[in-house]
């Protein structure tokens, strides 16, 4: 996909996230926004901003805890900077899961010099980790919503169904690579090669030989890097298990304090939520990230339309929830965008 078709794609995603979201707040009652924001007390807001920060300590902490079992250690503040940057640039781009990972990639190489093998085992672990237990959680409330009434068995089986899937998918990706790296490298060698042909021909004369040589330094150092990779993989499963049981700890007890967030909220809006009605909120809401619009909108504001429907929960309250989420977000995009402004990846985030 070409640069242009790029911009196109993001461009028609925003416009539809938008109309989505235009359409959804169309069916709440704005007018009463003011009034539930108006009646949240000091302390209300500083234990909602408390718990907001232990989730991103949380996040950040489980990363250099991986980091360091990848013989990477790096301080928190470091790492802080370097997650909400990516963070801001997978806001903005299409899908709020991925997007900035490409330029944690390019600061960790260049402006904290970790070798590229380890910052790329050090950010994939992460991701790794932090999508696995977010499905694995997913399925586990979806299942636990299939045994109740409010959900149609048949169309909640097939999600339950597609989110083993991924799950599968991810765990034999990682197995493929700790047991059968050089079979997978023998499989990506020729894409790589017409990859690093095309980067080439920018460059060379056309008439130049263009084919990679097994004495090809870029070659030699290619494989290497990806020995390294995943020899670090290895060394860090059979020695560092501890570590990586406390990453995955810290990412489930991440998941206790967004349930806790969607918990003090409601209360704070004088909603009184029962384990299943939190479940079924939070559910919908991650669901609808999923779907590839920019941060969720749209989606999410649909998601919590539906959920409070059908739950029978008073739609005010969702018009409020709705408002505070953005506000989060929106706290959570500027302080994103100021470290991306700290690691002076403006420029590199637009290319």
Not at 114 to 136: I, Q, T, Y
Not at 173 to 184: G, K
Not at 322 to 341: E, K, N, S
């Amino acid at each position: 996909m070409t640069k242009a078709q790029w911009r196109y794609l993001t461009v028609l995603l925003w416009v539809l996230a938008l109309t989505l979201a235009g359409y959804a707040l169309w069916q709440l009652p704005l007018r009463d926004i003011g009034d539930g924001i108006s009646r949240l007390r000091w302390r209300d807001w500083l234990l909602w901003v408390s718990i907001n920060v232990v989730i991103l300590y949380l996040a950040v902490k489980r990363w250099q805890i991986l980091g360091r079992a990848l013989s990477a250690p790096m301080w928190l503040p470091d790492l802080f900077r370097l997650r909400q940057a990516g963070s801001a640039v997978s806001f903005i781009t299409p899908g709020p899961h991925f997007g900035g990972e490409p330029l944690q990639l390019y600061w960790l190489k260049t402006r904290f010099d970790l070798p590229l093998h380890k910052a790329v085992a050090m950010l994939g672990m992460d991701r790794f980790v932090e999508m696995g237990s977010n499905f694995a959680v997913l399925l586990a409330g979806v299942l636990v919503l299939l045994g109740t009434t409010l959900l149609p068995a048949g169309e909640w089986l097939q999600i339950s169904l597609v989110l083993v899937f991924v799950l599968s998918g991810m765990l034999l990706a990682a197995a493929v690579i700790i047991r059968h790296p050089q079979w997978l490298a023998d499989r990506f060698r020729p894409l790589a090669q017409r990859w690093r042909q095309a980067r080439n021909s920018d460059d060379v004369h056309p008439t130049a030989d263009l084919q990679a040589r097994p004495e090809d330094p870029q070659a030699q150092t290619s494989s290497g890097g990806w020995s390294a990779m995943v020899n670090l993989l290895r060394g860090a499963l059979k020695e560092q298990r501890l570590k990586l049981w406390v990453a995955l700890l810290l990412s489930l007890f991440g998941w206790a304090m967004l349930l806790l967030e969607l918990f003090v909220l409601l209360r704070m809006l004088g909603v009184q939520p029962d384990f299943l009605n939190l479940v079924m909120i939070m559910v919908g809401m991650r669901l609808a990230m999923l779907l590839p619009v920019p941060g969720g909108i749209g989606t999410i504001e649909a998601s919590l339309l539906w959920s409070f429907s059908l739950l029978g929960l008073p739609i005010a309250a969702a018009a409020t929830l709705i408002a505070l989420i953005r506000l989060r977000d929106a706290v959570v995009l500027i302080i994103g965008l100021l470290c991306l402004g700290s690691l002076g990846g403006r420029r590199q985030a637009k290319d």
